[in-house]
């Protein structure tokens, strides 16, 4: 039987949440990944934007994890996710790209939702499918904190691959897609779920099926927004995930249940330059 990615990784994304205090709250996406240790130990990690901890300055946020009932209803259950201990951060940081990592302790029942780490794309997958611009893909979030029910789903969306070249991912670390970023989109699986793609000059058809990325930026010109999202290649979230294993004593975080928070206020946002495809790329901040 066929699989469905679209799903599994709606089931898979989260929404990250800290209260500010003063009646607002940064919001930011991640989603779950299953990736044993070392000696064949059951973990799961999750991934998101670096620039999403960076911006919750308290020692903790919420992580929305939904429930399903016996009589099949799903409920929004934030837990408690402990995200530094005192002013040390308590997750991992690629060291040159927008990506974090941390281990989580989730629901058991949600913690099957997490995907395999194989599935996210190889240095090779854009090149092996003969992906190029204009190729669909598809983006999970919370824009504006917005989710798609009051169960806590991510939205899903989608847009085209706006850039050249794809590949290699150590010489274009990041590729353009054109749809809209909101505050709240920072850290969420960008992704192709085709049931049948068939590569030029052949009669053939093949399912192609894996997370090209993450969204990390929008990219801005001028202080105008461009609809176009930057989404950083699979390869980092990868090697981001590695070095949690060379850690001398990677930190167990543990979660406990949390009621929802209130109603939102407006977004605070961040700016930092970057440059791409001859723009300058805003980094966005996560919040409302």
């Known amino acids: 039987m066929a699989w469905d990615l679209s799903v599994d990784l709606i089931q898979a994304t989260v929404q990250l949440e800290q209260s500010l205090g003063d009646g607002s709250r ?29 911006k919750m300055p308290g020692v903790s946020a919420k992580i929305g994890y939904r429930i399903q009932s016996a009589d099949g209803v799903w409920r929004y259950d934030p837990h408690t996710l402990k995200i530094r201990e005192g002013d040390h951060p308590l997750w991992t940081k690629h060291p040159m790209r927008d990506i974090a990592a941390i281990v989580v302790e989730a629901p058991p029942d ?47 969306r989608s847009g085209r691959v706006a850039s050249y070249p794809l590949a290699p991912a150590s010489v274009f670390p990041t590729f353009l897609m054109d749809f809209s970023v909101f505050p709240g989109n920072s850290g969420g699986p960008v992704f192709m779920a085709q049931g049948a793609r068939r590569r030029p000059g052949s009669a053939e058809s093949q399912e192609v099926q894996f997370v090209a990325g993450m969204l990390t930026q929008q990219v801005e010109l001028s202080g105008e927004r461009l609809e176009i999202g930057i989404v950083t290649h699979a390869k980092y979230i990868r090697e981001t995930v590695a070095l949690i294993d060379k850690l001398v004593a990677p930190p167990l975080i543990q979660a406990k249940p949390a009621k929802p928070s209130g109603a939102p206020s407006q977004a605070a946002t961040r700016a930092a330059t970057q440059a791409a495809a001859a723009v300058s790329a805003t980094e966005m901040a996560v919040g409302r």
């Not at 989603?31 to 670096?50: H, K, M, N, Q, S």
């Not at 992906?131 to 939205?155: H, Q, T, V, W, Y």
Request: charged share 15%.
């Open 26 to 54: 940064t919001v930011g996406t991640g989603f779950l990944i299953e990736d044993p240790t070392p000696d064949g130990r059951p973990r799961t990690i999750l991934v998101t934007a670096a620039h999403v901890f960076d």
């Open 110 to 156: 949600f913690a099957k939702a997490a995907i395999p780490l194989a599935w996210l794309a190889q240095d090779d997958t854009f090149n092996k499918y003969n992906l190029g611009p204009g190729d669909e893909m598809m983006a999970l979030g919370f824009p504006r904190g917005l989710s798609a029910n009051a169960a806590g789903f991510p939205i899903l």
